[in-house]
């Protein structure tokens, strides 16, 4: 099997699988409790967790969550709940992940107010328009750094400088650009991130917040995690979060200028007939969107069974809709049905990409054939 879904998931790193496998055996004590082997596992988490907030720097606390998309639905819900009266507004982009769009039509139906800011070709949003909907009335500003459907970067710095200069909370999901791109850390209040987009397990993620910065819980409970995230936590996959973003962390540039070198290879070697969807610049280069008119990428995908890789979210497959990213750039439902996704990273070899450019333009090749 070919993989080429990275955006969906990534290959558990041998490190983060070493730094787990302690704690699936003998060393299973709850991290909460307060005997010998309950210390042996608190510090395993304590050890995780500097190890995932490293990049962050000082001036902040980071918080074991479940995921990105709990971590976003907190910082969303849990934000807004503690703004004041007369800061009841939301901000956020038309192409953002499901999990912000979603908590923020909740959010309407709560009595919230909420602005879609639109994105140009490219999927960038015009900072212009970002500024005039950013006002006096906006409690939180939430934006994706790289976007998971087509790779493109977003203007967090602009956008968290607009919101702070209002007054406003700037809510960054970076669970594509964390261990990828170096995330702006300095003009963000709240960043969601995911173990599982950077070679960690699946299951744990994190919420950064910055010292100061203190919504209101969305779980409660036991009150672990300094009282705001009730949940007994695992050891597990905190330590295995944990090595794979110490790896991330060493390797950043290394995977970077890799992902760029096999996304200028496939690129040529699919040829001209296919397009790419979104700019080529602000944009990571481990992820291609591409289409070829005429092409359903759908049958395209259970045709070539040998590669793993997507029309669109994996959060959204099977939901028989157009991708909304897509339509968000301006291209129509035959287009964006014309779509694929393909998405590369550390473990992907040249040789890999070479054979996956060559079975799907034979397909592609053959739908065009049979039409």
Known sequence: MIYLDYQATTPLAPAARDAMLPWLNDRFGNPHSPHRMGREAAAAVELARMQVAAPFGDGGRLFFTSGATEAINWALKGLMAAAPPDRRKLVTVATEHACVLDTARWLEKMGYECAILPVDRDGRVDLDTARRTIDARTAVVAAMLVNNEIGTIQPIAALGERARAAGARMVCDAAQGYGRIAIPIEHCDAVAISAHKVHGPKGIGALWLRDGVEPEPLLHGG????????????????????????????????????????????????????????????????????????????????????????????????SGRASHVLSGIGLSDQQARASIRLGFGRYTTEDEVDRAAVLIEQAAARQWEWA
């Open 223 to 318: 009150g672990q995690e300094y009282g705001l995230r009730s949940g007994t936590l695992s050891p597990s996959l905190c330590a295995g979060f944990g090595a794979a973003a110490a790896v991330a962390t060493e390797r950043m540039d290394i995977d970077l200028h890799h992902a760029a070198a096999l996304r200028d290879r496939l690129l040529v070697a699919l040829g001209p007939d296919w397009q790419v969807n979104g700019g080529m610049d602000h944009r990571y280069p481990g992820n291609l969107n591409l289409r070829r008119d005429g092409v359903d990428a759908g049958r395209l995908i259970s045709e070539l069974r040998q590669i793993a890789f997507s029309a669109g979210s994996a959060c959204a497959s099977g």
